[in-house]
């Protein structure tokens, strides 16, 4: 009998805790899809100190005895039987601190039924639970009963007046992950009519809306949140989502008018910056980082994103500036930093601290690619033996790892135009790992320039085979056909297909530019490569967009792109050769 009095002694003790400190979550994380939707940490909310009403019922041996034996069930795994015992206590004694137990552990093994109805006998017992009627509305959202979890849910707010706010985020947190949007809105409206002047609930209906496709309700919704609460940044943040949905062009604005009135938004800032960044307006973005970095000088990402901006605007100095920032500050990723350096002073001609630069790399995530840029450099320097030698006593840890310093070696003899060796080099390493996708690949492009157009053709169709849905390789031998004018249909056939696996790459668009003008189709075949380049001022694309435009009567047009690209890229060969065929 001592025994199991020191054990209802234990289980006392775990009554009275549980009486006090709820540990059961309602909701749980917001769902992921979201961003800006609010995630406060959903847990039931901690009710006025009070006692809550106890059955006139003393807590005998026999009941202690079964307590006792429920929570050894627990402790051994056994959680069907211990709901069963913790469920028939509850029925028999009525005592909301048993209820609450029996609901926490089926809830903890996802036993949704007898959860609901612990729960209800715990709600039976202790009307005033606000904690109970959570619970209760939480595994109804669970099971899709929005109805019958509504009553609770108008409850459960209203026993709350001072934190309604807070209530409607945790709501919006629940009802967030219920796969009837529409359903969601229509509830959310219902609980919101109470409470016309409270920001937070405002904005839970303008996400339910959001994420339902009811554009227009949330964006009436998010209008009154920022009347409500005009220096809410969070909901302008939101309001800005929902407008670039239809248009980064109207969130950019929205956020720039935002701006104006609160300068210290910073956010807002971030986010207008990264919009501007999309659009390709480095200049704008860069100001907007700057304007970021004077507030926050110690913020890495934000010094990140002002020296790469520089780097676009071939801002050098001031990009290695901030570089060198970033690395006396302890960068997370210093390697990465030294890296951007190198590249730096190899656009900069500074040949010995490029090398210096790409040299300090070590083993990771940067190191194959930091060799290849420093046998590029010495290859720069007419060094072109000791970067392939550099190159083949680098050590690879794998063999990926070697099929890249491979690679990068071709590349170095096709910058060299040694074309015939880069193809054998290739050739012996795929021999070695003939399925390898990356050397079919280059191995492909390399037999180009040595005209073994079977070669280019067998591999490419080989990694079709391997690799379905790459677009890469549909469009290489797509293109290849076109430019030689040969067997046009099965090219506009194949560049096609890529199309439709990337339907937004610049490079596949300008391939079907060009075979739609090697078929005679010539204004489709301007639309896209007039796409192709304002997506991506490439040389080549140049070349293929001066050409058509020069051939359609508009040569003013074609030289003015022809001598634009020709000083940003004087030694490219295809650009170069399509100049000299219609200005000798």
Same mark, same amino acid.
Not at 195 to 221: K, T
Not at 308 to 321: G, M, N, R, S, V
Not at 351 to 360: I, N, P, Q, R, T
């Given at each position: 009998?001592?025994?199991?009095?020191?054990?209802?002694?234990?289980?006392?003790?775990?009554?009275?805790?549980?009486? *006090?400190?709820?540990?059961?979550?309602?909701g749980?994380?917001?769902?992921?899809?979201?961003?800006?939707?609010?995630?406060?940490?959903?847990?039931?909310?901690?009710?006025?100190?009070?006692?809550?009403p106890?059955?006139?019922?003393?807590?005998? !041996?026999?009941?202690l005895?079964?307590?006792?034996l429920?929570?050894?069930?627990?402790?051994?795994?056994?959680?069907?039987?211990?709901?069963?015992?913790f469920? &028939?206590?509850?029925?028999?004694?009525?005592?909301?601190?048993?209820?609450?137990?029996?609901?926490?552990?089926?809830?903890?093994?996802?036993?949704?039924?007898?959860?609901l109805?612990?729960?209800?006998?715990?709600?039976q017992?202790?009307? %005033?639970?606000?904690q109970?009627?959570?619970?209760?509305?939480?595994?109804?959202?669970?099971?899709?009963?929005?109805?019958?979890?509504?009553?609770?849910?108008?409850?459960?707010?209203?026993?709350?007046?001072?934190?309604v706010?807070?209530?409607?985020?945790?709501l919006?947190?629940?009802?967030g992950?219920?796969?009837?949007?529409?359903?969601?809105?229509?509830?959310?409206?219902?609980?919101?009519?109470?409470?016309?002047d409270?920001?937070?609930?405002?904005?839970?209906?303008? *996400?339910?809306?959001?994420?339902?496709?009811?554009?227009?309700?949330?964006?009436?919704?998010?209008?009154?949140?920022?009347?409500?609460?005009?220096?809410? !940044?969070?909901?302008?943040?939101?309001?800005?989502?929902?407008?670039?949905?239809?248009?980064?062009?109207?969130?950019?604005?929205?956020?720039? !008018?935002?701006?104006?009135?609160?300068?210290?938004a910073?956010?807002?800032?971030?986010?207008?910056?990264?919009?501007?960044?999309?659009?390709?307006?480095?200049s704008?973005?860069?100001s907007?980082?700057?304007?970021l970095?004077?507030?926050?000088?110690?913020?890495?990402?934000?010094?990140?994103?002002?020296?790469?901006?520089a780097?676009?605007?071939?801002?050098y100095?001031?990009?290695?500036t901030?570089?060198?920032?970033?690395?006396?500050?302890?960068?997370?990723?210093?390697?990465?930093?030294?890296?951007?350096?190198? *590249?730096?002073?190899? &656009?900069?001609?500074?040949?010995? !601290?490029a090398?210096?630069?790409?040299?300090?790399?070590?083993?990771?995530?940067?190191?194959?690619?930091?060799?290849?840029?420093?046998?590029?450099?010495?290859?720069?320097?007419?060094?072109?033996?000791?970067?392939?030698?550099?190159?083949?006593?680098?050590?690879?840890?794998?063999? *990926?790892?070697?099929?890249?310093?491979?690679?990068?070696?071709?590349?170095?003899?096709?910058?060299?135009?040694?074309?015939?060796?880069?193809?054998?080099?290739?050739?012996?390493?795929?021999?070695?790992?003939?399925?390898?996708?990356?050397l079919?690949?280059?191995?492909?492009?390399?037999? %180009?320039?040595?005209?073994?157009?079977?070669?280019?053709?067998?591999?490419?169709?080989q990694?079709?085979?391997?690799?379905?849905?790459?677009?890469?390789?549909?469009?290489?031998?797509?293109?290849?056909?076109?430019?030689?004018?040969?067997?046009?249909p099965?090219?506009?056939?194949?560049?096609?297909?890529?199309?439709?696996?990337?339907? %937004?790459?610049?490079?596949?668009?300008?391939?079907?530019?060009?075979?739609?003008?090697?078929?005679?189709?010539?204004?489709e075949?301007?639309?896209?490569?007039?796409?192709?380049?304002?997506?991506?001022?490439?040389?080549?694309?140049?070349?293929?967009?001066?050409?058509?435009?020069?051939?359609?009567?508009?040569?003013?047009?074609?030289?003015?792109?022809?001598?634009?690209?020709?000083?940003?890229h004087?030694?490219?060969?295809?650009?170069?050769?399509t100049?000299?065929?219609?200005?000798?």
């Amino acid at each position: 009998m001592m025994n199991i009095r020191l054990a209802a002694v234990a289980v006392c003790a775990t009554l009275a805790a549980c009486a *006090q400190q709820p540990t059961i979550q309602a909701g749980g994380a917001a769902p992921a899809h979201s961003e800006l939707r609010p995630q406060p940490k959903v847990v039931a909310a901690k009710p006025a100190p009070r006692k809550p009403p106890l059955p006139a019922q003393d807590l005998t !041996e026999e009941i202690l005895f079964k307590l006792m034996l429920a929570e050894i069930a627990v402790q051994r795994g056994q959680v069907q039987v211990a709901v069963s015992a913790f469920l &028939e206590l509850a029925r028999e004694t009525r005592d909301p601190r048993i209820s609450q137990r029996a609901t926490e552990v089926a809830w903890n093994a996802r036993l949704i039924s007898p959860a609901l109805e612990a729960a209800g006998l715990w709600l039976q017992a202790d009307p %005033e639970s606000t904690q109970a009627r959570q619970v209760i509305a939480t595994l109804l959202v669970s099971q899709a009963q929005l109805t019958e979890a509504q009553p609770h849910i108008e409850k459960w707010i209203a026993a709350d007046p001072a934190n309604v706010g807070q209530s409607f985020l945790q709501l919006s947190s629940l009802l967030g992950r219920h796969k009837d949007k529409t359903a969601v809105v229509k509830l959310m409206q219902k609980l919101a009519q109470p409470y016309p002047d409270v920001a937070e609930v405002h904005l839970a209906v303008a *996400q339910a809306a959001f994420e339902a496709g009811e554009s227009a309700i949330a964006l009436d919704e998010v209008r009154v949140v920022l009347k409500l609460r005009p220096d809410w !940044e969070l909901a302008a943040l939101f309001h800005a989502q929902m407008l670039q949905r239809r248009s980064n062009a109207e969130a950019m604005q929205y956020l720039a !008018e935002y701006l104006k009135n609160h300068p210290g938004a910073r956010d807002a800032r971030l986010n207008y910056a990264r919009l501007l960044v999309n659009e390709k307006k480095f200049s704008e973005a860069r100001s907007q980082f700057e304007v970021l970095l004077a507030e926050v000088p110690q913020n890495a990402d934000v010094t990140m994103a002002v020296a790469l901006l520089a780097i676009q605007a071939k801002d050098y100095d001031a990009a290695e500036t901030q570089f060198r920032h970033l690395l006396d500050n302890d960068y997370k990723d210093p390697d990465a930093v030294r890296f951007y350096l190198g *590249q730096i002073n190899e &656009e900069r001609e500074r040949y010995g !601290e490029a090398l210096k630069w790409f040299g300090a790399i070590g083993p990771g995530e940067h190191f194959i690619n930091s060799r290849a840029r420093y046998a590029g450099v010495l290859a720069l320097q007419g060094r072109l033996a000791e970067a392939r030698n550099y190159l083949q006593q680098t050590s690879a840890q794998d063999s *990926q790892q070697r099929v890249r310093l491979v690679q990068a070696e071709a590349q170095l003899l096709r910058d060299a135009r040694e074309y015939q060796e880069a193809f054998n080099l290739l050739g012996e390493t795929l021999a070695k790992q003939p399925d390898a996708p990356d050397l079919l690949y280059d191995h492909a492009m390399a037999a %180009e320039k040595v005209n073994r157009i079977d070669v280019l053709e067998a591999n490419l169709r080989q990694l079709m085979k391997i690799q379905p849905a790459n677009a890469h390789a549909y469009n290489a031998l797509g293109y290849t056909l076109a430019d030689r004018n040969e067997r046009l249909p099965e090219a506009h056939t194949l560049i096609e297909t890529a199309l439709k696996l990337a339907p %937004e790459d610049p490079f596949i668009m300008d391939s079907m530019g060009w075979v739609l003008y090697r078929l005679g189709r010539h204004q489709e075949g301007l639309d896209y490569l007039q796409r192709a380049f304002a997506l991506r001022p490439d040389a080549e694309i140049a070349a293929h967009l001066g050409e058509v435009l020069w051939n359609q009567g508009q040569r003013e047009q074609a030289q003015k792109i022809w001598s634009e690209m020709l000083k940003e890229h004087p030694k490219n060969e295809a650009l170069q050769n399509t100049i000299k065929r219609f200005i000798p």
